[in-house]
């Protein structure tokens, strides 16, 4: 396999996760999780969203989370804007990264935002030139690019479209995203093999949903196209409110693990993290799909059965 030494791991789940949970989160809960993923060294951190409190409550104290956070050096901040008050808002809060979202599918993007395609873009462009003027970098997010709860296929023709609208306005990071979990191994390296090379210098990032447990598998697709940029949420945490069916994003832990147990590294401690995904577990109140935090690593040794111990020494002499 043709994997990279090293990828970049950005932790969404105090966004992703957070947003679809129905009890409200304190905030010094969500200040202290984002400051646990910073110390076990995650370099990226999704922190919240600068939407309006009536679309999604449980992010209504953007602005005092970031303002709680104890500022990592080598950690990056972002947050999730929809619009240009939402830029405007993110750019005062001090975020280091804003990032933004579009569909690739026009049902998803009328469920999602209420706007067409189209109308996002135009909106988008806004939030550029808020973000260009802070001198804050623009990561663009493509929802459903790999397909839609609604429509089914996605063409590439049109996720490349709306990929090369975004580029043209100023857009150096894309990510695209599996929303529902319906990309398969072989499709992301399709779509990634003819997108890469018609668009250099772009950073690509995965965005991958767990919904049937592909997540892993497609990352390594894309792992072996060049791709080393790579979201997460820890626990398992996530999953998208306006897309029927839907589950959590790739486990953090989970993926850190499977890189780690591979040679490639990511400069995250996956002790620490598993400490935090059992913190956030505290928090939410309910089991949570990550399997290193129920199994821990694949280096864990067990004693063996006393009956069998007794023969392993008969047999060595020891």
């Known amino acids: 396999m043709r994997l990279p030494d090293r990828v970049t791991i950005c932790e969404v789940g105090p966004r992703d996760g957070f947003q679809i949970e129905r009890e409200f989160i304190p905030t010094e809960t ?44 080598g950690t990056r901040y972002a947050a999730l804007v929809p619009n240009d008050k939402g830029a405007a808002r993110a750019v005062d809060a001090g975020v280091d990264v804003i990032h933004t979202v579009v569909s690739a599918s026009e049902s998803h993007n009328l469920a999602n935002v209420n706007m067409t395609i189209a109308d996002s873009l135009e909106k988008l462009r806004a939030v550029m030139q808020i973000a260009a003027r802070a001198g804050v970098p623009v990561a663009a997010g493509i929802s459903t690019s790999f397909g839609c709860p609604f429509e089914g296929d996605v063409p590439v023709d049109r996720l490349e479209t709306v990929v090369g609208r975004l580029v043209d306005m100023g857009a150096r990071s894309i990510g695209l995203a599996d929303t529902t979990g319906m990309a398969n191994p072989r499709q992301v390296a399709s779509v990634l093999e003819r997108l890469l090379p018609r668009l250099p210098g772009v950073e690509w990032t995965l965005h991958t949903h767990d919904t049937r447990a592909m997540a892993i598998p497609n990352i390594l697709a894309a792992m072996e196209c060049g791709v080393t940029h790579f979201d997460a949420s820890i626990g398992g945490l996530g999953g998208c409110p306006f897309a029927p069916g839907a589950s959590g994003n790739v486990c953090t832990e989970d993926l850190v693990h499977a890189l780690h147990a591979m040679g490639i590294a990511t400069g995250i401690d996956l002790d620490r993290l598993v400490a935090v995904s059992r913190r956030v577990e505290q928090a939410v109140g309910r089991t949570l799909p990550g399997q290193v935090m129920k199994a821990g690593p694949w280096s864990r040794r067990y004693p063996a059965p006393d009956h069998v111990a007794a023969r392993l020494a008969a047999a060595t002499g020891s």
């Open 30 to 73: 969500k200040i202290e999780v984002v400051d646990l993923l910073a110390e076990a060294g995650v370099p990226r951190i999704e922190v919240t969203s600068f939407v309006h409190p009536r679309v999604v409550p449980q992010l209504r104290d953007a602005e005092a989370v970031m303002a709680g956070i104890r500022r990592r050096p």
